[in-house]
């Protein structure tokens, strides 16, 4: 379980966050949703220890990691997988898998051939620079990586960004089949409401900082003038 509780981020006299709360259950799929500049990358930023927060608390499984540093938090089992497919681009497909055993302290090899099996492009690839990969490709061995290190946490910024819709649907199948199987909590920012919410169990609409909305996607869905409202249709 993941849980965030009043959670204040600011940016100078910007607050970015103010007062969001949530939780994330282990094989659910929370969407969050709004906006450019509602807060999103914000959040998991500050989920991640990646940006401080002036006020609330973070916990994982009960532990509180507020405080926690960058390396700590992902020991404990927590991955955070970044807007804009953030791969080692001069190291191979696989070394760029065996750096996300090491977060876990395992043998570099260990779990590879799980994630090969998982993303099959990656494996006809896996001697190539991470640099020559498609869009869809490099997603997947950022999120092979993230894998690699066993998370009981996940948490995905705009995974779809710059992907063809074809390869988006197969990035979400991928996440809620991730979810289910290995009893991952994910977190998944999206700008693309509609896809995150095909796989999402719970969701979240955020709007300059503040919780708008917390509801199953089949209550969000009924919800016609704050879907026109915040995220556009």
């Known amino acids: 379980m993941l849980e965030v509780q009043d959670l204040v981020c600011e940016y100078g006299a910007i607050r970015a966050l103010d007062g969001v709360s949530l939780q994330a259950a282990a094989g659910s799929v929370t969407a969050v949703l709004g906006a450019n500049g509602a807060g999103k990358t914000t959040l998991l930023r500050a989920i991640s220890g990646l940006k401080r927060p002036r006020a609330g608390r973070v916990a994982l499984d009960g532990r509180e990691i507020t405080a926690a540093g960058v390396e700590e938090i992902v020991r404990l089992g927590l991955l955070h997988v970044p807007e804009?497919?953030?791969?080692?681009?001069?190291?191979?497909?696989?070394?760029?898998?065996?750096?996300g055993a090491l977060a876990r302290g395992a043998r570099r090899g260990d779990g590879i051939e799980a994630i090969y099996e998982l993303f099959p492009p990656l494996r006809a690839r896996r001697s190539e620079?991470?640099?020559?990969?498609?869009?869809?490709?490099r997603q997947m061995l950022s999120i092979g990586r993230a894998l690699m290190a066993a998370p009981k946490a996940l948490l995905l910024?705009?995974?779809?960004l710059g992907l063809?819709?074809?390869?988006?649907?197969?990035?979400?199948?991928?996440?809620?089949?991730?979810?289910?199987?290995?009893r991952i909590a994910v977190l998944l920012v999206e700008q693309n409401a509609r896809s995150a919410l095909s796989i999402a169990d719970h969701a979240l609409v955020l709007d300059l900082?503040?919780?708008?909305?917390?509801?199953?996607?089949?209550?969000?869905?009924?919800?016609?003038?704050?879907?026109?409202?915040?995220l556009g249709y």
């Open 84 to 99: 804009g497919r953030g791969v080692i681009a001069e190291l191979t497909v696989a070394e760029n898998l065996r750096l």
């Open 129 to 137: 620079p991470a640099a020559s990969l498609s869009g869809g490709e």
């Open 157 to 160: 910024d705009e995974p779809s």
């Open 164 to 182: 063809a819709p074809l390869i988006v649907a197969q990035i979400m199948g991928l996440v809620r089949e991730l979810c289910e199987e290995r």
């Open 209 to 230: 900082g503040h919780v708008v909305a917390s509801e199953t996607p089949e209550q969000l869905a009924r919800e016609h003038e704050l879907l026109h409202a915040y």
